[in-house]
């Protein structure tokens, strides 16, 4: 029977030990008598067209392969036994290879030329090539003899790794590893090019936090009642692991779990930012009603676990040919909920434009006409990058696994990245901060808010004080107001 080890719980991947280009075998089971699994997927460059040459010649290798008997019984029967086989095959000529009705050799094959030994792997090789004319590396494993192999790699591309069993033993398990290395390391190689991608991705943000740092410092209690600041919350991308993956082949699991738990928070924590400033909050109202708050924290729950599980998905996707409707399943909540989130965010801020135009509170209305066209042209082409990531899943593997990790990892980090720096933009510190903070309403006086032109609150410093123009904290804690009403920019009323 054709079997394929897809390896679908994420979560069952995160206990194991995860590998970069190495795949471990820590007394794996033998599989069932004439059959055959997928087990792996290795990205290797060929020497002359890797993108860095500084550790020479890319290769396989098979490392202290062998197998024992699960019980002492069994040992006679494995004594000799050659039919377990560990093979890598390049994905793109694999079904021409491999027939999935006959893939074991018999006396039959051996007598026609199409095999030298009988119980063994058989593919459909041309007559007379050899198994380094179609880029096949094959070893068999042997009973209680560990072997290590080299073998050099010829061909750019896609790698299968195949556990096969043409014999009649199975009571044994096996233990190695399997390595494939590149010319500059053990990174996979559609994750090369992330290294530069994360190296430059990374200086941007450390600039768009040191410009906000610098803005924040500036000592002017204007400033400090700003109510939503946009700094960059994003947190670095972890380059720290691919790192460990290029030097050791292997990345850590605490790391590896942290990072995305980073990715997870820092994604939803953002979209939880542009959602409760959209509700108003701090600009039309000095708090979210209970229910409100309870729906965000759900969400937010919700997000986090869901999305977590997407991430181990994506990162295993290739790795473990992960079948595409497992990962579908894992990408559908997600998205579902991204639905949710923006239709939420979109109508609210619909409403508080509404509001705003209303109310003729301009500086305001400006500023949340901008961020809803900035929301408009990043979900936009977020949208088209979709649309092409799915009209490219009909295309093989072997032809889009070097561009693939651009719009599954790098569109996001781009466009969060320009609207990070608009937002930022938009709620730098300046003069006219105060104008854009919410402010109570004296009901008494029948007034209303409004927007007039005065003078600049930078003109004299001198004659702000501590009792004037509470902020927003000041309000929602109940505190008692110096200022009768909520004219921003016009002449102060007298007190008694």
């Not at 995860?18 to 087990?39: C, M, N, W």
């Not at 893939?103 to 459909?124: I, M, P």
């Not at 933009?425 to 300046?430: C, Q, V």
């Not at 006086?445 to 927003?472: H, P, R, Y």
Request: charged share 20%.
């Amino acid at each position: 029977a054709f079997r394929s080890r897809p390896w679908c719980l994420s979560i069952v991947l995160l206990l194991r030990c995860v590998a970069g280009q190495i795949y471990t075998f820590d007394k794996v089971p033998l599989p069932e008598p004439r059959s055959l699994h997928t087990l792996y997927a290795f990205y290797v460059f060929s020497h002359q067209d890797a993108p860095e040459r500084t550790l020479g010649q890319p290769m396989m290798r098979f490392h202290n392969l062998m197998f024992s008997a699960t019980s002492p019984e069994d040992a006679e029967k494995a004594r000799g036994y050659t039919g377990v086989q560990l093979s890598i095959l390049p994905y793109r000529s694999f079904w021409k290879l491999i027939l999935p009705d006959k893939f074991c050799s018999n006396t039959e094959d051996v007598l026609a030329g199409r095999a030298s030994e009988a119980n063994k792997l058989l593919t459909q090789k041309p007559l007379g090539s050899s198994d380094d004319d179609v880029n096949l590396y094959s070893h068999t494993v042997n009973f209680e003899m560990a072997t290590d192999l080299p073998l050099r790699v010829n061909s750019t591309g896609v790698y299968i790794l195949v556990f096969s069993n043409c014999g009649d033993f199975y009571h044994g398990e096996v233990s190695g590893s399997v390595i494939a290395k590149n010319s500059y390391g053990f990174l996979p190689g559609n994750e090369y090019y992330k290294m530069p991608f994360y190296g430059w991705l990374s200086i941007a943000y450390c600039a768009l936090a040191s410009v906000w740092m610098c803005l924040g410092a500036v000592p002017h209690p204007v400033l400090y009642r700003s109510r939503h600041p946009a700094w960059p919350s994003r947190s670095l991308p972890p380059v720290e692991i691919l790192h460990g993956l290029e030097e050791s082949g292997l990345r850590g699991r605490f790391l590896f779990v942290l990072a995305i738990l980073a990715t997870v928070v820092k994604s939803i924590f953002s979209y939880m930012l542009v959602l409760v400033a959209s509700l108003g909050w701090g600009v039309t109202r000095p708090y979210l009603d209970q229910p409100t708050i309870l729906k965000v924290q759900g969400l937010s729950f919700l997000y986090i676990v869901l999305d977590f599980v997407r991430e181990s998905a994506l990162s295993f996707r290739n790795s473990h040919s992960l079948s595409i409707a497992f990962v579908m399943l894992c990408l559908l909540p997600v998205a579902l909920l991204n639905g949710i989130i923006f239709y939420w965010i979109f109508t609210a801020l619909s409403s508080l434009i509404e509001i705003l135009a209303e109310r003729k509170q301009v500086e305001k209305l400006v500023l949340f006409q901008r961020l809803w066209k900035i929301l408009v042209a990043a979900l936009s082409l977020a949208s088209l990058s979709l649309l092409y990531q799915l009209f490219d899943l009909s295309r093989s593997i072997s032809q889009r696994w070097h561009y693939q990790w651009f719009f599954a990892d790098g569109v996001s980090h781009i466009l969060f990245c320009m609207v990070l720096a608009a937002i930022m933009f938009l709620w730098a510190p300046h003069t006219n901060s105060q104008r854009y903070a919410y402010k109570q309403v004296d009901d008494q006086e029948g007034e209303t808010s409004k927007i007039t032109e005065g003078k600049d609150v930078w003109a004299d410093e001198g004659g702000l004080d501590e009792e004037e123009d509470d902020s927003f904290w000041a309000s929602t804690h109940g505190k008692s107001s110096k200022v009768n009403a909520d004219i921003l920019g016009g002449p102060t009323q007298a007190t008694d």
